[in-house]
């Protein structure tokens, strides 16, 4: 049960921290692959 009660204070710092750089890092690639720049 305090796993359970522990768990969104380490998910939402992973999620805040993974999923923009994840973004960035597709966006990154994108750029890369189309020659945008």
């Not at 380490?10 to 999620?15: K, N």
């Not at 750089?21 to 966006?27: D, I, Q, W």
Request: net charge positive; charged share 5%; proline share 8%.
């Amino acid at each position: 049960m305090t796993t359970l009660s522990n768990l969104p204070s380490i998910f939402v710092p992973l999620v805040g921290l993974v999923f923009p750089a994840l973004a960035m890092t597709s966006l990154f690639l994108y750029v890369q692959k189309n020659k945008i720049f």
